[in-house]
C-alpha cells in the first residue's frame, strides 16, 4: 500500500486567517485584546486596498456585464442583479467587498514574501498577465500544459517549490472548460483568486471575484490593482525589515 503525504504552505494557512472575524475584528467585551498598529493581523485594512477601487470605477469599466442569461451558472445566482435584454447584470455591490477581501489577501501574501503566480491561456490576455507580473516582480504561466502542479516532477523537475497563491484572469479556458490549474490548486490546497463570469462556479475558487472577465481592458485594470496590492505588501515588508 503506498501512503501519500500532503504537505500545504504554512504562510497561506496564516494569510487565510486575514478574513477571519476573530483576527481582523476584537471583540467590544474588556477581555479583547487591544490593536496594535505594527501587527498586519490585528489590522482591518493594513495595506489600505479599500482606497484602491470604488465601485464606480467598477461600473465604469464594465464589471457589471455577464453573459446570456442561458449561459448561467446556477452558483453565480446569488451575484447577479438582474438581467437586460436577456444579459445578466452582476452585482457590483457584492463584487466591490469580494474584491478588497482578495486584494487584502493578496497583499498579505507579499508582505510574507510568498510566491504569486499569474495564470491565464486567452491568447488576448497573455502579454498583460506576464507584464504584469514582470513589473511586481512575481511570475506568469500561460502555457497550455495540464496539470502544471500535479505534474511539476515530470515537467520542472524535483527542484521546484509551488506557488502560494494563484490568480486567474478566468476560470473557464478554451473551449469553455475549467482551467486545469483550478484543480490542481483545489488537489494541493493552493489558494486561488479568480475572475468570475455568470458561466463560472464560485464555489472552486478560495477568494471568487463576480466580474465580467472577457473585456481586455477590464482585465488590465484587474491586473493593476492586483500588481498594487502585492506592492504595497512588499513596501510595508521593506519598512518593517528596515525599521528593525
Not at 456585464?65 to 455591490?93: A, C, E, F, K
Not at 499569474?118 to 511570475?139: M, N, Q
Amino acid at each position: 500500500m503506498v501512503t501519500f503525504f500532503l504537505i500545504t504552505s504554512n504562510l497561506a494557512i496564516v494569510a487565510l486567517l486575514v478574513n477571519s472575524t476573530d483576527v481582523t475584528r476584537p471583540r467590544n467585551d474588556n477581555n479583547s485584546t487591544p490593536i496594535t498598529p505594527d501587527d498586519p493581523m490585528n489590522h482591518d485594512d493594513y495595506f489600505n486596498v479599500r482606497s484602491m477601487v470604488t465601485l464606480e470605477d467598477l461600473f465604469k469599466n464594465r464589471a457589471h456585464y455577464g453573459h446570456v442569461t442561458g449561459m448561467r451558472n446556477p452558483w453565480m445566482s446569488q451575484y447577479i442583479y438582474g438581467h437586460r435584454l436577456d444579459v445578466d447584470i452582476i452585482d457590483l455591490d457584492k463584487t466591490l467587498p469580494m474584491l478588497h477581501s482578495a486584494l487584502n489577501f493578496l497583499a498579505h501574501i507579499a508582505y510574507r514574501q510568498g510566491i504569486i503566480l499569474f495564470l491565464t491561456r486567452y491568447p488576448a490576455h497573455v502579454p498583460l498577465v506576464e507584464r504584469a507580473a514582470r513589473d511586481c516582480g512575481e511570475y506568469a504561466h500561460c502555457r497550455t500544459w495540464d496539470h502544471p502542479f500535479t505534474n511539476t516532477q515530470t515537467l520542472f523537475g524535483y527542484d521546484i517549490r509551488l506557488p502560494d497563491v494563484c490568480i486567474f484572469t478566468h476560470t473557464l479556458a478554451p473551449p469553455n472548460q475549467l482551467h486545469p490549474a483550478i484543480s490542481d490548486s483545489n488537489k494541493l490546497l493552493i489558494p486561488t483568486i479568480a475572475l468570475c463570469d455568470t458561466d463560472c462556479n464560485p464555489n472552486i475558487i478560495t477568494y471568487p471575484v463576480p466580474s465580467n472577465d472577457d473585456t481586455t481592458k477590464l482585465v488590465e485594470f484587474y491586473l493593476t490593482l492586483f500588481q498594487q496590492a502585492i506592492m504595497a505588501g512588499k513596501e510595508k515588508r521593506r519598512e518593517k525589515d528596515s525599521s528593525n
